[in-house]
């Protein structure tokens, strides 16, 4: 679990990763690209030579250099090679698992010669998912309709997945680790958001933790955002259909709820700029069109919406006092504030209604 003050972003340059791919994976003739990355570094190993050659994927790999904290957890590292490997047998596009000249899916490894720490960070190659990322397209309504029934369909599918390492697996991003935001509170300097941050995670504690053994659970994505989502133009109609799902890094066995909950904050921040409560209404309508969703459930989903947007202004605050020069980290912070006091200053029962009206209207 995270601590405050700890520092777990790998520190390797542009060249030292290139190398990596050179030794590991043997590809030489290659370009590569920074993405973006919140405790990872993540490339994109363009291939410039001969992309027929079967052994390599036409749309090039993505090199994932680990956190040293992650890189700790080897079961949970086999978990998603594990997972990526059962959903792309099931006919869901996310990142394969490339294995290293040694036959394996992954290698631990020490950036620098001289690195003092003793740290090893794990590094693996995926196949890069051609496509646009969800933020870059517009977020229309049959969109975030079928996000919402996407989300569900993965969880469902999901029930056919086991492995050990998911069991008890939970990190500071695990909507049930809200409750720990206050170790990193003292992130936020602005009073009156530090007080509302306090005020959800009370709220949170009593309205969500007192009920946490009586909802439905199972292993979840547990990071389903706009960053995580690629998706391709349908040119029978001009929309945009979900293509593939990447990063599941944060994966665990948790409430149903709290991936709708995590969904639905990161679509309302994509529509921020019109009325992100609105967007609420059509992920949770495409959610139910494979899950019920109980009205235990419906009543706290508020909270849970306002508590991961918390985890995220807070923890992105955090992260970016360790590495300054990561605005990735601040990408929450931008429009969050203002969509977490519109959403909390938002009676509850009118915000029900708004969802439940707007999930009623595809079923008509």
């Keep these: 679990m995270l601590h405050p003050g700890q520092s777990i972003r790998p520190h390797l340059s542009q060249q030292m990763a290139m190398r990596l791919v050179q030794r590991l994976y043997g590809l030489k003739d290659i370009a590569i690209v920074e993405l973006n990355g919140y405790d990872d570094k993540n490339y994109h190993v363009k291939i410039c030579g001969d992309r027929n050659e ?19 957890k080897l079961p949970l590292i086999e978990a998603q090679t594990e997972i990526a490997l059962y959903l792309g047998a099931h006919g869901v596009n996310c990142p394969q698992p490339v294995k290293n000249l040694s036959g394996n899916y992954y290698s631990l490894e020490e950036l ?68 720990l935001l206050r170790k990193f509170t003292f992130s936020i300097q602005d009073a009156e958001r530090n007080a509302l941050v306090n005020t959800i995670i009370d709220a949170f504690e009593t309205a969500v933790v007192s009920v946490f053994d009586a909802m439905e659970k199972g292993l979840i994505h547990g990071d389903f955002n706009e960053q995580n989502v690629v998706v391709g133009a349908n040119p029978s109609d001009c929309s945009w259909d979900i293509a593939a799902v990447l990063d599941f890094g944060d994966t665990q066995h948790s409430c149903y709820l709290f991936e709708l909950a995590i969904c639905i904050c990161y ?64 990408t929450t912070s931008q429009k969050g504030w203002d969509v977490l006091q519109l959403i909390w200053n938002t009676p509850n029962n009118d915000l029900m209604s708004k969802w439940k009206e707007t999930v009623t209207s595809y079923q008509e």
């Design 54 to 72: 079967s052994r390599l994927w036409a749309h090039g790999f993505v090199l994932k250099v680990m956190n040293s904290l992650d890189s700790q």
């Design 267 to 330: 679509m309302m921040l994509l529509a921020a700029d019109s009325n992100p409560l609105d967007v609420g209404g059509h992920v949770i309508a495409g959610y139910s069109m494979v899950r019920t969703l109980p009205d235990v459930e419906f009543s706290i989903l508020k909270i849970c919406v306002s508590a991961r947007l918390c985890q995220s202004l807070v923890l992105g605050a955090y992260s970016y006092l360790q590495d300054p020069g990561n605005e990735y980290l601040l």
């Design 112 to 179: 620098t010669a001289n690195d003092s720490s003793g740290q090893k960070h794990v590094v693996r190659l995926l196949t890069y998912q051609p496509g646009k990322l969800l933020k870059e397209v517009p977020c229309t309504k049959q969109l975030m309709l079928k996000v919402g029934k996407f989300v569900a369909e993965i969880d469902h599918m999901l029930k056919g997945f086991h492995h050990p390492a998911y069991d008890n697996n939970k990190s500071v991003w695990s909507l049930e680790s809200v409750p």
